[in-house]
């Protein structure tokens, strides 16, 4: 996997990613805990509502930024939004009302959303041999994976001897050194792709191979599942910590740091995972996982707020557990997920086609984060109920639409990618 490294414009590009995801890990913690300096017991509900800002950024603004820079240079482009984001970074520490919050997370997404889809269809052209590419995608999940680990593990050591204002600054040092990192790379001459589609026949591309995909339709259904049990950690760990718990900031930091490692235990096997149950499997393992995960964040939410579980900090405990099941899970329907995604696109339609699986599974969260969020602020154990329905009925339906492809057939990823461009 690390051999793709031996390549410098990808071990640049990669470095560019980890350190920009470094700076954003500690971005979640620091907000967190300025929503609950804002807002006090309501916190989740300022988070929750920025959160559904950050959505409607990433569904609203990736496709319009896909096809609007499609034909201009990559390098640009890259650089210009961590030099956005580097500067909503510096502006957040003097933010005094949830408004401010809002309008700065709106900005700072829409630039991730044109970043992140840009970032990732370059590193086809980077890598052309299909074998390379398949190890960058792993070795980008591992990174997603780390960074939720060590970027919740530095926050809890730095929150020790600074305040949290100061990890906004960490969080500008990540989006300088990305600029940078891109802009010293050699990336690749673009190459002439034929005819150029008008923007708006480019604009609903993406989404058509998904209608048209009954992988990708899977996939739809996997991605409201990782929605629902991402929602509940995001949102809501800084209520359980703080408010249901009664623990310090560290907590945060810990509750954030379990979900990473319950991500990392699986990346490093989905490859022996993959190959033993193949993808469809694998993701649907995952969905159960999650499910599973939620199902025992539901139990520790109703018996916490008894105040049974929080006597003897027992609940804190099993609540992390659950937290680590939800990181297991979101990596097993994530990671082997691009598989799907590259087999059902062409090099043609690529960018579209991810751009749309970036738009249309952070959608989920425009549903999801509302319920942990503003559900949460009212009744907490109403919302993590209502999180596991939405769960349970996703996963229950990919189960039975997938079913038909596991029983007949020796494979259960399509083997050759169809060209939906005509």
């Known amino acids: 996997m690390l051999q793709v490294l031996r390549n410098p414009t990808y071990a640049k590009l990669f470095a560019a990613q980890v350190i920009a995801l470094l700076g954003t890990g500690l971005l979640t913690v620091a907000l967190g805990l300025l929503a609950f300096d804002i807002a006090g017991a309501a916190a989740g509900s300022v988070l929750g509502t920025a959160l559904t800002i950050k959505m409607v950024a990433y569904v609203g603004v990736a496709p319009l930024i896909a096809a609007v820079v ?79 680990l060590l970027s919740p593990t530095i926050a809890a050591a730095l929150l020790t001897v600074i305040t949290y204002n100061n990890l906004f600054v960490g969080t500008a040092i990540g989006f300088t ?9 050699r990336l690749p001459a673009r190459t002439d792709d034929g005819p150029v589609l008008p923007f708006w026949q480019r604009l609903p591309l993406g989404a058509k191979v998904f209608a048209r995909t009954p992988t990708l339709r899977f996939l739809m259904l996997t991605n409201i599942v990782v929605a629902a049990g991402t929602a509940i950690v995001l949102v809501n760990s800084v209520v359980y910590a703080r408010g249901v718990f009664g623990l310090g900031d560290q907590a945060l930091a810990l509750a954030l740091a379990c979900y990473g490692i319950g991500s990392l235990i699986v990346a490093v096997n989905i490859p022996w995972l993959v190959g033993k149950l193949g993808v469809i499997r694998t993701m649907i393992t995952g969905a159960t996982v999650i499910i599973t995960g939620l199902v025992v964040a539901v139990a520790i939410t109703a018996v916490a707020i008894t105040a049974v579980a929080t006597a003897n900090g027992a609940g804190w405990f099993v609540l992390l557990g659950a937290w680590v099941l939800l990181g297991m899970g979101t990596s097993l329907v994530n990671t082997p997920s691009s598989r799907l995604l590259a087999d059902a696109s062409t090099p043609a339609n690529r960018n579209l086609v991810y751009t749309a699986q970036f738009a249309l599974s952070h959608a989920c969260f425009l549903i999801t984060y509302p319920i942990a969020g503003w559900l949460g602020a009212a009744n907490l154990t109403e919302a993590a109920i209502a999180l596991l329905v939405i769960a349970a009925a996703a996963g229950t339906a990919a189960v039975v639409f997938a079913r038909p492809r596991l029983l007949h057939g020796g494979t259960d990823t399509p083997a050759v990618a169809v060209d939906h461009n005509r």
């Open 177 to 185: 050194c990305s600029a940078l990192l891109v802009l010293f790379s």
């Open 70 to 148: 499609d034909r201009l240079p990559k390098k640009a482009v890259l650089i210009s939004a961590d030099l956005i984001r580097l500067a909503i970074a510096l502006m957040l520490p003097f933010v005094t009302d949830a408004w401010q919050i809002y309008v700065l997370v709106f900005v700072l997404q829409s630039a991730s959303a044109t970043f992140t889809p840009a970032f990732q269809s370059l590193i086809p052209s980077v890598l052309p041999e299909p074998e390379d590419y398949t190890r960058a995608l792993s070795l980008s999940r591992l990174a997603y994976d780390l960074e939720a």
